[in-house]
């Protein structure tokens, strides 16, 4: 992100991750059923 940051000539990291980040629907069930694999 830093990179990518410095590259686009972003003063702030946080415009960077909104512009150029998001999560699908596949991805977020991904995770949760990731972290419910580490729960149990």
Excluded: C, P, S, W
Aim: glycine share 8%; proline share 0%.
């Amino acid at each position: 992100m830093k990179v990518i940051q410095e590259r686009l000539g972003h003063k702030d990291i946080l415009t960077t991750m909104n512009l150029y980040t998001h999560i699908t629907k596949e991805l977020d069930q991904g995770e949760g059923n990731a972290f419910l694999k580490i729960r149990n």
